[in-house]
């Protein structure tokens, strides 16, 4: 049995306590890793493997003795207290351009655009307008890249999952979507590391990954020399492996059943957002698709929330050549199909998007930076304006937190107390009893979970009643939809 730490860490079984600095004793320990895999990826001794924790959560074990000296996991872990922030990583690979802007929020960038995909089912099988796949097809096509390391169907962790390097344009088409799941990128960092093996790759990946994976290119010039481009995915936060085995027993598949899982499903849907889950067991019987409206309580309680997240203030992640996320905008809501919104931070990605729309491959235009914000507002406010009375919270209880670009805000806490209180006992509960109710005791296990969310419940309802005083339009918007 694994040993509790902090608010929902576990140590993986079996691992091994080492006093020298690394990830393991210094990030794993505390209850801070979010199980991005760089450190085991870069590792020169192969020292450090990813395993899956008894709470879900995936981090790296050690399972070999450390040099004394060497601290290269440290120095590429995106929650390492000596990293560098996702400012002057930004600044240093897109500070030199003349026609850079900055947005507090988005950091760097040279344009925004919103859009989709015109290319054969890009947009069917995408999580918004299917741009990012059709980016990366570009890129593929024009020789510009030898191959796309990405997250697709695989064996992962436990036969869910995987990354991947991927050359071939069906291959690239089948891993579109979004899988809200944990997995490494140790083995394809690896792989992109190895000596006499040149090419090139584009990786796409969530704000955390592609700073680890930022922090990896300074230190190794194999990887800084053979990674052309990152594309970063804006994330409000990432759940763990409980999560989608707790959604696939509501959607009638028992976890050990699990064998795959679609988790933005677009059919019979009316408008964007509302998109389904469905689980696919061994067997290939297919659960139940169950809307988002009726599981996104799960999602914005923090249900599974990887502990590390709590801590993170990299919405659109800004150390990306191009950000991408869902027009969650009125004026977008209405089209199932989804629209993309788009950062381009690297000014050789503008030109393609230019031809992709001159050639008939895509709808683009350019869109207000402010648009792009607003399209985030609730996850702006979650993980840059909330952070500071988490970082308060953990203070309180004496938990190691690590160094962000908030400091611990005691006003904030006092004024948010109630919500940041409630989602850390979600995290840590949710986490906690699932192995031990499990599906068969759903129905309590929900219960619970239900009564401990209920001040988050009467605070949304709450704030919809002050949005319609304030704007009674809201109201028919809310009557339509239903």
Known sequence: MGLKLGVGGVLPSGMKMDKSRQVVADIVERGLCCGCGICAGVCPNRNLEMALCGNGDIAPILVGECPSGCQL?????????????????????FGCSEEAKFEKTVGLYLESFVGYSLVSDHRARGASGGMATWLL??????GLVDAVVCVGEGKGNDGLFEYKAVADIEALRGAAGSRYYPVSVAEAVALMNEKFKEARYAVVGLPCVLKGLHLAMEALPRLRRRIVYTLGLTCGHMPNRLYTEYLASISGIPPGHLASAKYRLKENTGRAGNFKFQAVAKNGCVGVAIPFSKISNIW????????????????????????????W??????????????????????????????????????????????????????????????LHAASKRGCHVPVKRSVPDAYTYRRFRRKVETQFAIQEASKGLWPILGPRYLFAYRLYLWTLSLPLKLGRTSDRALRVLKSPSLLLRFIRRV
Do not use: W
Request: hydrophobic share 35%; charged share 25%.
């Open 329 to 390: 905008l009125p004026e977008y809501s209405h089209d199932p199909q989804g629209h993309s919104l788009i950062v381009v931070r690297h000014s050789a990605l503008i030109p393609i998007f230019d031809e992709g729309v001159r050639a008939g491959g895509c709808h683009l235009k350019s869109l207000p930076v402010s648009k792009i914000v607003e399209s985030q507002s609730g996850v702006i406010e979650n993980k840059r304006t909330l952070l500071g009375a988490r």
């Open 300 to 327: 914005s309680d923090g249900y599974f929330q990887v502990n590390a997240c709590n801590y993170c203030d990299d919405v659109f992640a800004e150390v990306a050549d191009a950000t991408f996320m869902d027009a």
């Open 73 to 93: 996991c440290m120095q590429v872990c995106p929650f390492g207290p000596q990293s560098k922030s996702e400012d002057r990583l930004a600044k240093t690979r």
């Open 137 to 142: 097809e570009s890129l593929v096509r024009r």
